[in-house]
């Protein structure tokens, strides 16, 4: 240990309902990575769900005001802004922080239910998307640096909508339109984002719409499928479990609902951008949960990652097969 | 056909606190143009058609022919960006949809998952599967929390009322 330990990076690290839940391999890579990063990650002890901004938020607003506060409570208890992974906790606690900071009307309706619990925002904390920790706090610079091994492959970007907009209260110039971090993010390792019609499109998940009304969902989630496709991707690459679950377990979906009009079913992988990243960082593939077990059923990826991941591993030289076995022994 | 106007609804989407920027919008369909949901659905989602109904506060429209229907928005916020007005249609979108939970008329997918959150405190919930890969990843269990507590505020604010089942048959007065 040197005595860097004072200007080391600590996130209160919000982990949400979906990755922790459903896509536990994403916050083991993004757990990995930051780690070997530099960022200390303090566990947000007492955190429930964000509360979702789309199901939740159009439910009951005020309600989805006062349980946001009280988790960005639990991040000033910690000292430390808060980092998530996801574009949906993103929108929700971003924007209550927005919210509680600058409207006294409802920062006092905030305070009036959390004083009851014993809780205060105080406003001393601000919410982060790990895009951001990585693009500014971490810097790109560091990123293509420690990215040491190139991946080679074609990667469709999908940003996903929180992660955007609303753009005035976003930390990218406001640019929600032609934006280019995440795309310089993936070519930091070696990767070309490659130009895709609709790019900027929502998965289909969000709004509650994937709960509410699937079959319009799944048709966004086909265009966006049809148009990557159409370019030869490699993989898909987002960062937000949501869009990640619409993409890949929707993809699934997709080829069972629209199988009439789609021709060949769709078999694209979708990676979260700290899988990818840690590869190329030259960390186990194991340590970024990459390897699945399929031993266990209704565990993601639907979508196999297995022919990208191929190609990424001979690149960089594993053996696939050695470490499904490896993985399987690990147990 | 003559519609009636809910003075009460348009009151309230018109009240500052909601927010007051609806009164710019003039129809100029940027919204409509630009919305994806629009484009998939051909014109049958139409943003710019959910305004003015709400600002005419034509609640029939809204709430019992749903044409168009809000619950088709995503919330991608595309429109609020598009906007020359600055109108903020998302958030005028998540309110009439509150207004539609008020009247328990909230479709049941949604309503499940705002029980999720009641019951549980979580969206989604944990599975023995995702428990067990978690183990293999060498991850601990998701930090703990106070249920009891944040049950305590839902109270407080009566999301308790709002989830619990209601007859159709109870409800129907409400109606105008």
Redesign the interface.
Same mark, same amino acid.
């Given at each position: 240990m040197t005595d860097d330990v004072s200007n080391k990076m600590a996130y209160s690290f919000y982990?949400g309902? #979906?990755i922790?839940? !459903?896509y536990?391999?994403v916050? !083991?890579a993004t757990?990995t990575v930051l780690d070997e990063l530099g960022a200390e990650l303090r +566990?947000? @002890?007492?955190? =429930?769900?964000c509360?979702?901004?789309? #199901?939740? !938020? /159009?439910? +009951?607003?005020? =309600?989805w005001l006062?349980?946001g506060g009280?988790n960005l409570t639990i991040a000033e208890d910690n000292q430390a802004d808060v980092v998530t992974m996801c574009n949906g906790c993103y929108g929700t606690l971003l924007e209550v922080e927005h919210a509680l900071k600058h409207e006294e009307?409802k920062r006092n309706y905030v305070n009036e239910?959390?004083q009851?619990?014993g809780r205060k925002f105080k406003g001393s904390i601000h919410v982060k998307h790990l895009a951001e920790v990585l693009y500014y706090d971490i810097g790109l610079k560091k990123i293509q640096d420690v990215a040491i091994h190139d991946l080679g492959l074609k990667v469709a970007v999908h940003y996903g909508?929180?992660l955007l @907009?609303? /753009?005035a209260i976003r930390p990218w110039d406001g640019e929600?339109?032609e934006p280019r971090f995440f795309d310089e993010l993936v070519e930091a390792l070696g990767c070309e984002s490659v130009d895709y019609r609709?790019k900027m499109?929502?998965c289909?998940?969000?709004?509650?719409?994937?709960?509410? #009304?699937k079959e319009?969902?799944l +048709?966004?989630t086909r265009?966006k499928l049809e148009e990557i496709r159409k370019v030869g991707a490699d993989c898909i690459v987002n960062m937000c479990p949501f869009c990640m679950l619409q993409l890949d377990l929707g993809q699934v979906e997709v080829n069972g609902v629209f199988k009439d009009i789609i021709g060949e079913p769709y078999n694209i992988p979708v990676f979260y951008y700290t899988q990818l990243l840690g590869l190329s960082m030259g960390l186990n593939p194991i340590d970024l949960?990459l390897i699945k077990?399929h031993d266990? @059923?209704?565990?993601p990826p639907f979508t196999s990652q297995e022919p990208a991941l191929r190609k990424i591993f001979k690149k960089l030289g594993y053996n696939y097969d050695e470490l499904v076995e490896q993985?399987k022994n690990? @147990? | 056909m003559v519609q009636e106007i809910n003075f009460d609804f348009r009151k309230k989407i018109l009240d500052k606190h909601i927010s007051s920027t609806i009164s710019y919008c003039y129809q100029c369909t940027s919204c409509t143009s630009a919305c994806p949901i629009a484009d998939i659905t051909d014109g049958k989602y139409n943003p710019r058609k959910l305004i003015i109904n709400a600002l005419l506060g034509l609640t029939e429209k809204i709430f019992v022919d749903k044409d168009p229907s809000v619950w088709d928005c995503t919330q991608c916020c595309t429109c609020d960006e598009i906007c020359p007005q600055h109108v903020k249609l998302t958030e005028i979108f998540a309110f009439i949809k509150n207004q539609f939970a008020e009247r328990h008329e909230a479709p049941e997918g949604f309503l499940g998952e705002a029980r999720a959150v009641y019951e549980n405190g979580l969206a989604i919930p944990m599975q023995s599967a995702i428990k067990r890969r978690r183990d293999s990843l060498g991850l601990s269990d998701p930090p703990e929390f106070d249920y009891d507590e944040l049950k305590d505020i839902m109270k407080m604010i009566g999301l308790d009322k709002l989830v619990k089942k209601v007859d159709k048959e109870d409800n129907a007065e409400g109606e105008n």
């Open positions: 982990l309902c #979906v922790p839940n !459903r536990p391999m916050e !083991r757990r +566990d947000m @002890k007492g955190a =429930t769900c509360p979702a901004p789309g #199901v939740f !938020r /159009s439910f +009951d607003i005020p =309600t006062v349980i009280r009307k239910h959390l009851k619990v909508c929180h @907009k609303p /753009s929600s339109e609709d499109m929502c289909g998940a969000g709004g509650g719409v994937r709960s509410a #009304v319009v969902s +048709d966004f265009h949960g077990q266990l @059923k209704g565990v993985a690990k @147990k | -």
